[in-house]
């Protein structure tokens, strides 16, 4: 049994202003023993993104704007909890060498949500997302909340660790639901998900023969061609992010043709992403290249309710045996490679058993040693969180009216690219650790990314 007197003290501690939810976060935690948990194990891709660390600063960020100014009492509120629910969020990663663990700790809301009133919001975003966090430390996500000329700009940056982008989508647009309705109908914000992490969900609704076929997908073969923009060779850890937006009508019109064609929204991304990386580093139309692209397992799943925030994503490799002589052939290629890598129904699952047997057989340190021996970081990639739905992205009723998202920032010559779209709007960036040269080389690559699309 709960300490009503002691864990309403604790609350209050952390921040949680409004006596009716701290009673009904009190009653749904005593119904929830994930929730009384202080030490929490770290699931098989968190070890993976935890030994990341080696090739990258190990964040993810992401950015929703909204054309009104959110209560900011009631926000918090609803912050905590979540928090409450999903306890590893406000944990110390523990980086055992025999086996790494989430510690968890106390914590005021003030040390994840910070808010501002900045007079230039374009400075105040991007010195936020310059920003990492320890290991070590009590909050795994850092929240800004940025009030501007009568707008939200609520930014967030966390150890990837924790989730993934299909995972914020999952956690941001419960958050919304419970701030909604804590503000509209005084409903206390505690329906948030305590489900499991385990990258095993995956396989939950599969048949019992496919999930047997599924569990021996040992191999993933990583094409190794070496192409790369022209970095610089000066290792720097400053963070460097370089973006462009593509408008919602030259964009309908990129889908429009891709449609005509019988390619995707990533067939163009991916063409595009080819297009101009051939042109700054000067590929000829007869290289070969591969460009990685993200997939979420979430599409092997026919229920999303029951897992929690979490990690469950996986690479497929567009390949191409010649990059092509224009962005039309190019796009042929890429769409003829992605409809055939999306015939196997396996698709993303390939090495997933073959890891978490590295990570279970051995101590962590053992594991991380072996992994990384075969683990081939992609130095080109392409990461489409997708379309974001504005109606479940939305603040007592407020749609955003613009989103961001970008990426770890990683070590050269690692060039991941990260987008979305928002009101039709389609949105790309590069998280990177260079110098100002180095980011010259990025913005050289968006602008012939950019040109390439808008010229479909």
Same mark, same amino acid.
């Given at each position: ?46 070890? #993976? ?24 009492? *009631?926000?918090?509120?609803? #912050?905590?909890?979540? /928090? ?8 110390? !990663? ?38 990492? =966090? ?10 800004? !909340?940025?009030?501007?000329?009568? *707008? ?37 914000? =505690? ?33 190794? =061609? ?41 067939? =163009? ?9 051939g042109k700054v580093s000067g590929l000829s139309e007869s290289d070969n290249i591969s460009v990685a692209c993200a997939i979420d397992l979430r599409r092997h799943m026919k229920d999303l309710s029951s897992i929690g925030y979490t990690n469950h994503v996986s ?6 045996? *010649? ?10 290629? !890429? ?5 055939? /890598? ?28 072996? !992994? ?6 992609? #130095? ?19 749609k955003p009216f613009s989103a961001f998202v970008a990426g770890s920032a990683k070590n050269k010559p690692c060039a991941v690219m990260t987008c979305l779209s928002i009101n039709g709007a389609f949105k790309a960036s590069i998280c990177l650790r260079g110098t ?16 390439t699309i808008d010229n479909i």
């Amino acid at each position: 049994m709960i300490d009503s007197k002691k864990e309403t003290l604790a609350l209050k501690s952390k921040g949680l202003t409004d006596d009716s939810v701290i009673k009904a976060l009190i009653e749904k935690k005593e119904k929830t023993p994930y929730m009384q948990k202080k030490r929490l194990p770290t699931e098989m891709y968190d070890k #993976v993104n935890l030994m990341c660390r080696n090739y990258m600063d190990r964040m993810a960020r992401f950015e929703v704007d909204y054309d009104f100014v959110i209560d900011i009492e *009631k926000f918090k509120n609803t #912050v905590i909890c979540c /928090l409450e629910c999903a306890p590893f969020m406000h944990s110390q !990663v523990i980086n055992s060498p025999i086996t790494p663990y989430w510690k968890v700790s106390d914590y005021h809301i003030d040390d994840m949500v910070k808010v501002s009133y900045p007079d230039d919001i374009d400075k105040a975003r991007e010195d936020f997302f310059k920003n990492s =966090i320890p290991l070590k430390n009590n909050v795994q996500m850092h929240i800004g !909340v940025f009030i501007h000329q009568g *707008k939200t700009y609520i930014c967030f940056y966390w150890n990837h660790m924790c989730f993934d982008g299909g995972g914020y989508k999952a956690f941001w647009t419960d958050i919304c639901k419970n701030y909604t309705a804590y503000v509209e109908e005084n409903i206390p914000p =505690i329906n948030f998900s305590s489900g499991s992490r385990k990258y095993t969900e995956v396989y939950k609704d599969m048949s019992p023969e496919k999930r047997m076929k599924a569990k021996k997908q040992l191999a993933n073969v990583s094409p190794k =061609i070496k192409r790369n923009l022209p970095f610089t060779d000066e290792k720097t850890e400053n963070v460097i992010i370089s973006s462009r937006e593509i408008c919602a009508e030259n964009f309908a019109k990129a889908l429009s043709y891709a449609k005509s064609v019988g390619a995707t929204a990533t067939d =163009i991304v991916l063409a595009a992403y080819i297009t101009a990386l051939g042109k700054v580093s000067g590929l000829s139309e007869s290289d070969n290249i591969s460009v990685a692209c993200a997939i979420d397992l979430r599409r092997h799943m026919k229920d999303l309710s029951s897992i929690g925030y979490t990690n469950h994503v996986s690479f497929i490799h567009c390949a191409l045996e *010649k990059k092509g002589k224009a962005f039309k052939e190019t796009l042929n290629l !890429v769409s003829t490679k992605t409809k055939e /890598l999306k015939q196997d129904e396996f698709i993303g699952l390939h090495g997933l058993p073959l890891l978490n047997f590295a990570y279970k057989s051995m101590s962590y340190i053992q594991a991380e040693t072996a !992994v990384k021996l075969f683990y081939n970081n992609p #130095v080109l990639s392409v990461s489409n969180v997708g379309a974001i739905d504005t109606e479940a992205f939305s603040l007592a009723h407020n749609k955003p009216f613009s989103a961001f998202v970008a990426g770890s920032a990683k070590n050269k010559p690692c060039a991941v690219m990260t987008c979305l779209s928002i009101n039709g709007a389609f949105k790309a960036s590069i998280c990177l650790r260079g110098t100002e040269k180095d980011k010259e080389v990025l913005e050289l690559f968006f602008t012939e990314f950019k040109n390439t699309i808008d010229n479909i």
